[in-house]
T-cell receptor, first 114, second 110 residues
Framework: NAGVMQNPRHLVRRRGQEARLRCSPMKGHSHVYWYRQLPEEGLKFMVYLQKENIIDESGMPKERFSAEFPKEGPSILRIQQVVRGDSAAYFC????????????FGPGTRLTVT | AQRVTQPEKLLSVFKGAPVELKCNYSYSGSPELFWYVQYSRQRLQLLLRHISRESIKGFTADLNKGETSFHLKKPFAQEEDSAMYYCALSRGGATNKLIFGTGTLLAVQP
């Protein structure tokens, strides 16, 4: 099992562009979590998805951010019209159905907005 | 609101010395508490959770509800313990999202 995969590992975008971050959960995992880590801060929860459903998006900024986890393919975190303040490390985690507390993390995507 | 506080950004100890990484939380219900660790160039991984009451790599953590603390301890530090340690809280239930502290960098000197 390759573990949680995230790509790209590094992403550079100019202000106003769109950023798409992808997360492939571990095989057999149908729960995906996205977290953001700003410099000098801990990881902050953004959104929790199950296949085709958003369960909890209480940590998502109200504008420009969206997430999906389609039936087929990876989960996508999309940031439209990026601003410098979006520069951060974005982590994805997945968990199996029966042991939801155990979250397995990906290596993260470091987004830099210039 | 739920909150996790790790007061130390950096903890530097010598090999063989005892280690205590502090974690305090605020939550009115019954939380689940975790310690995650990130070694250099590796991904974040679960170290231990309070419910299991186990010792992993010599580390233990006891949930103290009276002091709302979940400090991580190890009697004799090893150089390979050097890493970033994050305390996290979950309310459980439907979402199971984790609330993280800001982390403590443990540096074990030879």
């Amino acid at each position: 099992n390759a573990g949680v995969m995230q790509n790209p590992r590094h992403l550079v975008r100019r202000r106003g562009q769109e950023a798409r971050l992808r997360c492939s959960p571990m095989k057999g995992h149908s729960h995906v979590y996205w977290y953001r880590q700003l410099p000098e801060e801990g990881l902050k929860f953004m959104v929790y998805l199950q296949k085709e459903n958003i369960i909890d998006e209480s940590g998502m900024p109200k504008e420009r951010f969206s997430a999906e986890f389609p039936k087929e393919g990876p989960s996508i975190l999309r940031i439209q019209q990026v601003v410098r303040g979006d520069s951060a490390a974005y982590f994805c985690a997945s968990s199996p159905d029966r042991v939801m507390y155990e979250q397995y993390f990906g290596p993260g995507t470091r987004l830099t907005v210039t | 609101a739920q909150r996790v506080t790790q007061p130390e950004k950096l903890l530097s100890v010598f090999k063989g010395a005892p280690v205590e990484l502090k974690c305090n939380y605020s939550y009115s219900g019954s939380p689940e508490l975790f310690w995650y660790v990130q070694y250099s160039r590796q991904r974040l991984q679960l170290l231990l959770r309070h419910i299991s009451r186990e010792s992993i790599k010599g580390f233990t953590a006891d949930l103290n509800k009276g002091e709302t603390s979940f400090h991580l301890k190890k009697p004799f530090a090893q150089e390979e313990d050097s890493a970033m340690y994050y305390c996290a809280l979950s309310r459980g239930g439907a979402t199971n999202k984790l609330i993280f502290g800001t982390g403590t960098l443990l540096a074990v000197q030879p």
